[in-house]
């Protein structure tokens, strides 16, 4: 089983789309700040959640619940704003960065929060969600901003935790960083 979690209009086939708003007509209506998820302890084999942390109040319970629901080596996918760009959306309560993995690693003496998830990926995307700026950008801009985004992704990824901490700053900072997450328990 595959969680969409905070679906908004994209749903995924072959997920449970989950999402607060009933317009867009997810499988289940359900407002992610309220715990727990109405699903069984380790249900799911994958959660996949895109650009929904920074929407919510307590992303550290959140994470809670996803190793509840998350089987043993689930996977868990999480895109969300970096800080450096991530209060644009005038909804976004927070930003995150490249460290964010580390609060989800026992041997952390500065914060571990109780759940463990190995990360295996940070990437960093200067252009992120580009299926949304193909609808608002003249054809010219969106090319341009694919094929420099392309450019800047690929040096920032060399070294993401560089780029997070210096970098960002001299390109008008990142718009997203992806997680990819397996649930240890």
Same mark, same amino acid.
């Given at each position: 089983m595959k969680l969409n979690l905070g679906c908004g209009a994209y749903k995924k086939e072959? /997920?449970?789309?989950?999402?607060c708003d009933e317009s867009v007509a997810p499988? $289940? *209506?359900h407002d992610l700040d309220k715990l727990p998820y109405p699903f069984?302890?380790? @249900?799911?084999?994958?959660?996949?959640?895109? #650009?929904? $942390?920074? #929407?919510?109040?307590?992303?550290?319970?959140?994470?809670?619940?996803?190793?509840?629901?998350?089987?043993?080596?689930?996977?868990?996918i999480i895109r969300v704003p970096h800080f450096s760009r991530g209060?644009?959306? =005038?909804? #976004?309560?927070?930003?995150?960065?490249? &460290?964010? =993995? @580390? @609060?989800?690693? =026992?041997?952390?003496e500065g914060g571990y929060c109780g759940v463990e998830f190995i990360c295996n990926k940070v990437r960093l995307r200067w252009f992120a969600q580009a299926y949304l700026k193909k609808?608002? $950008?003249? =054809?010219?801009? /969106? /090319?341009?901003?694919?094929?420099?985004? &392309?450019?800047?992704?690929?040096?920032?990824n060399l070294s993401p935790?560089?780029?997070s901490r210096l970098w960002c700053?001299? *390109?008008g900072g990142f718009?997203?960083?992806?997680? #990819?997450?397996?649930?240890?328990k």
């Open positions: 072959g /997920y449970i789309n989950i999402d499988d $289940l *209506v069984s302890n380790d @249900y799911f084999d994958q959660v996949d959640a895109d #650009h929904v $942390l920074e #929407h919510l109040d307590g992303p550290f319970a959140v994470m809670k619940e996803l190793h509840r629901i998350l089987k043993n080596n689930g996977k868990l209060f644009m959306h =005038p909804e #976004h309560k927070r930003g995150f960065d490249v &460290s964010f =993995p @580390y @609060y989800f690693n =026992p041997l952390f609808t608002t $950008l003249p =054809p010219f801009a /969106y /090319y341009f901003a694919v094929i420099f985004g &392309s450019m800047m992704d690929l040096l920032a935790f560089f780029c700053f001299l *390109v718009e997203e960083v992806e997680f #990819h997450f397996v649930c240890r």
